[in-house]
T-cell receptor, first 110, second 118 residues
Framework: EDQVTQSPEALRLQEGESSSLNCSYTVSGLRGLFWYRQDPGKGPEFLFTLYSAGEEKEKERLKATLTKKESFLHITAPKPEDSATYLCAVQEYNNNDMRFGAGTRLTVKP | GAVVSQHPSRVICKSGTSVKIECRSLDFQATTMFWYRQFPKQSLMLMATSNEGSKATYEQGVEKDKFLINHASLTLSTLTVTSAHPEDSSFYIC??????????????FGPGTRLTVT
């Protein structure tokens, strides 16, 4: 059965303290891996799509990377406004569905 | 670009009544729309997938007669919760995708609807 596992479940950082979030996946054929940010009481906000192992994408303080088994979301010098839940999702070939991980709740303290 | 709206943002209804939630893609045509349910501090659970002009495909365990989905146009899908019960109280989120091939498979999410059934 396809699985998406995110770790850690929760992460507390000091402002400026860089770290990484992990998303491990098992699918029969990966079409794409997606990262979203979700603030409390709101819908997820699209961040990145990664399609093949070795691919990297960056946006401000965020950088997403992909291997054949996992993806990392690196956060460099985070700020309090980066506090949110970060969701990872995978999509298989021949299927428009996305399967989401449980998310990592990130808190950045000033 | 890629803006999705939902209406209403919050709704409170009495047990036994029906509630309709609208999902609109504002600046693109969505060939596929998705409906998710999210419980507090949990991830999104896919309820159903709908393509414009055809019947929705429901996930296992989701009652299609209770959660009626209509995707009447390329910019509008509706979810109707029929005969609502308190256990239907949840955060309902829709998303839209162009899904036209190539690399256009991102889903863009609406802001969600908080349903409370009393």
């Amino acid at each position: 059965e396809d699985q998406v596992t995110q770790s850690p479940e929760a992460l507390r950082l000091q402002e400026g303290e860089s770290s990484s979030l992990n998303c491990s996946y098992t699918v029969s054929g990966l079409r794409g891996l997606f990262w979203y940010r979700q603030d409390p009481g709101k819908g997820p906000e699209f961040l990145f799509t990664l399609y093949s192992a070795g691919e990297e994408k960056e946006k401000e303080r965020l950088k997403a990377t992909l291997t054949k088994k996992e993806s990392f979301l690196h956060i460099t010098a985070p700020k309090p406004e980066d506090s949110a839940t970060y969701l990872c999702a995978v999509q298989e070939y021949n299927n428009n569905d996305m399967r989401f991980g449980a998310g990592t709740r990130l808190t950045v303290k000033p | 670009g890629a803006v999705v709206s939902q209406h209403p943002s919050r709704v409170i209804c009495k047990s036994g009544t029906s509630v309709k939630i609208e999902c609109r893609s504002l600046d693109f045509q969505a060939t596929t729309m998705f409906w998710y349910r999210q419980f507090p501090k949990q991830s999104l659970m896919l309820m159903a997938t709908s393509n414009e002009g055809s019947k929705a495909t429901y996930e296992q365990g989701v009652e299609k007669d209770k959660f009626l989905i209509n995707h009447a146009s390329l910019t509008l899908s509706t979810l109707t919760v029929t005969s609502a019960h308190p256990e239907d109280s949840s955060f309902y989120i829709c998303s839209a995708s162009t899904g036209t091939g190539g690399f256009s498979y991102e889903q863009y999410f609406g802001p969600g609807t908080r349903l409370t059934v009393t």
